[in-house]
T-cell receptor, first 116, second 115 residues
Framework: DVKVTQSSRYLVKRTGEKVFLECVQD?????MFWYRQDPGLGLRLIYF???????EKGDIPEGYSVSREKKERFSLILESASTNQTSMYLC???????????????FGAGSRLTVL | AQKITQTQPGMFVQEKEAVTLDCTYD???????LFWYKQPSSGEMIFLIY??????QNATEGRYSLNFQKARKSANLVISASQLGDSAMYFC????????????FGKGTMLLVSP
């Protein structure tokens, strides 16, 4: 089974700190995604990457950046954390963008970030 | 306009009964896919079922079936014979096959199954 591992399950940071959320997948998937999940808002796409060193903005990229230097690793960076970035962050990966029922997103367990 | 609408913030069902979770979608793309995910209290997102826009038959996976009504743009999830372990948050999502084929999620429905 594909495994998507998010390095930190819970983080507490202070306003203004630089925060790194790491995500690693072990099945050679091309596509990787970062979502944030907030009560009543569902999942919203922050950034995604279709291949190494490629990145695209999602629906809510402001205040975030990403890095994908290796195929298996996709990092989400909060350059200067703010309290409104307190949220659950979910990383996901999939094989590619082929329209197919077999090509589903596999998610990590999530990283719950609190910014004080 | 929202691309995925889940109008039920919460649903209650008794064990062993069937329940339908509603999902409507909005797209002009002729090719798309519809997904349902389950998120238990542990937080991990679990894929349940998929329906492609060109699929003629409704998708089924064990106790899960997807009631796909293309003309009405609805993709309701039906869970038969509910179990206590079905208590979770359920998300409907759509992939539009033009562009980058990213997934757009609804706001979710919390399902509680009582004994």
């Amino acid at each position: 089974d594909v495994k998507v591992t998010q390095s930190s399950r819970y983080l507490v940071k202070r306003t203004g700190e630089k925060v790194f959320l790491e995500c690693v997948q072990d099945m050679d998937h091309e596509n990787m995604f970062w979502y944030r999940q907030d009560p009543g808002l569902g999942l919203r796409l922050i950034y995604f990457s279709y291949d190494v060193k490629m990145k695209e903005k999602g629906d809510i990229p402001e205040g975030y950046s990403v890095s994908r230097e290796k195929k298996e690793r996709f990092s989400l960076i909060l350059e200067s954390a703010s309290t409104n970035q307190t949220s659950m962050y979910l990383c996901a990966s999939r094989l590619g963008s082929t329209p197919s029922g077999a090509n589903v997103l596999t998610f990590g367990a999530g990283s719950r970030l609190t910014v004080l | 306009a929202q691309k995925i609408t889940q109008t039920q913030p919460g649903m209650f069902v008794q064990e062993k009964e069937a329940v339908t979770l509603d999902c409507t979608y909005d797209t002009s793309d002729p090719s798309y896919g519809l997904f349902w995910y389950k998120q238990p209290s542990s937080g991990e997102m679990i894929f349940l079922i998929y329906q492609g826009s060109y699929d003629q038959q409704n998708a089924t996976e064990g106790r899960y079936s997807l009631n796909f009504q293309k003309a009405r743009k609805s993709a309701n999830l039906v869970i038969s014979a509910s179990q206590l372990g079905d208590s979770a948050m359920y998300f409907c999502a759509m992939r539009e096959d033009s562009g980058y084929s990213t997934l757009t999620f609804g706001k979710g429905t919390m399902l509680l199954v009582s004994p």
